[in-house]
């Protein structure tokens, strides 16, 4: 007689990974009354349970890391974050028993390391004048003192980060906007997000345009993006999928943060913020092109991670 098979318990965690996207998408009226035949739909990423867009590739990561041996329970996840990818990395990290290291630059908000310290994480705080290339340059000097110690999960130049886009990201937004957005909006940071998403939206929907968006200058405010021709380029990025790139003004995406709290009830962060400055900039380019456009967005995360920022109190 043949032995019954083994029933195995469940994977930790199983349930929460579950929750990660799905996201809803919602149309931004107010912000597109001054823009005849322009539509702009945002994906509230902060529904995600880990707060965050970068709950997506969180799991990806972690996920191949399993698959590919890589990650075992002796292993430590390591990698560089401006917080929100960090906090995923925690979030799931506990959930499933891995420990987790982080280097984040030390001006990264109040709210972002008190989470992670709530979560178990490990930080190391790295010069906040290097903003992320700090970071990312003290993880790298951290893994190759001890490469056995840790799955460094190199979120800047691992595909797991960008295939989560590829494979989630990109495929709700077709399927919530029926196939009728012309374009896509995102900020670059890792560039996950734009690279994964544009990718699955130039091979199914060729017509659609995808536009990055980066801060104007190198010492920025728009926490967890980039400024390229300033930065280390992630390994992970692909410009060729890019139509154009629309740049922007940290004062600008504070200011947008204030409105749309105050006529959309949308309470974002910075970055998502910005995304909405870079749609209406494309909006307003195709209004004066005299062309109709349905542009979706990424609301990266909301705004509880930044509510000790001073800029909430300024006046418009």
């Known amino acids: 007689m043949l032995a019954s098979p083994a029933i195995l318990p469940p994977l930790r965690g199983q349930h929460l990974l579950a929750l990660i996207g799905h996201t809803p998408l919602v149309r931004l009226d107010q912000s597109t009354a001054d823009l005849p ?14 707060g965050s867009v970068k709950d997506r590739p969180a799991r990806n990561i972690i ?3 399993e698959r590919t041996g890589r990650l075992n329970p002796d292993k430590i996840i ?16 506990a959930a499933r028993g891995y420990k987790v ?26 010069d906040p004048g290097e903003g992320s290339d700090g970071a990312f340059r003290k993880v790298r000097e951290l893994y190759a003192a ?11 130049n691992n595909d797991a980060n960008w295939k989560a886009h590829f494979h989630t990201t990109a495929p709700e937004i077709m399927e919530q906007t029926h196939g009728r957005l012309t ?30 968006a980066q801060p104007a200058t190198p010492f920025h405010g728009v926490e967890g993006t980039k400024h390229l021709p300033s930065a280390i380029v992630p390994g992970i990025y692909d410009e060729t999928v890019a ?21 959309e009830g949308l309470l974002l962060g910075i970055s998502a913020a910005g995304n909405i400055v870079a749609a209406r ?4 380019r195709l209004v004066q092109e005299g062309k109709r456009g349905v542009i979706v967005t990424i609301a990266c995360d909301g705004a509880s991670k930044y509510l000790s920022d001073g800029f909430w109190n300024e006046n418009d």
């Not at 390591?78 to 799931?92: E, K, P, V, W």
């Not at 374009?183 to 017509?207: E, M, N, Q, W, Y």
């Not at 139509?243 to 006529?263: H, V």
């Not at 900039?281 to 307003?284: E, I, P, T, V």
């Open 37 to 50: 035949g322009i539509e702009i739909w945002l994906k509230l990423e902060f529904v995600n349970p880990g």
């Open 63 to 65: 996920l191949d890391g």
């Open 78 to 93: 390591l990698d560089a974050t401006s917080g929100n990818t960090g906090i995923a990395y925690a979030m799931i990290g």
């Open 101 to 126: 290291k982080l280097c984040l630059p030390a001006n990264a908000s109040e709210e972002r390391k008190r989470i992670l310290n709530v979560l178990g994480a490990e930080l190391v705080l790295t």
């Open 146 to 156: 001890d490469p056995e110690r840790y799955f460094y999960a190199d979120q800047y």
């Open 183 to 212: 374009h896509f909006v995102a900020l670059l940071g890792t560039t996950g997000t734009f690279t994964g998403t544009s990718r699955r939206l130039k091979r199914d929907l060729p017509h659609v345009e995808c536009w990055s």
């Open 243 to 263: 139509d154009g790139n629309l740049w922007i003004e940290t004062e600008d995406a504070y200011a947008m943060a204030r409105k749309m709290a105050r006529e």
């Open 281 to 284: 900039k494309l909006g307003q």
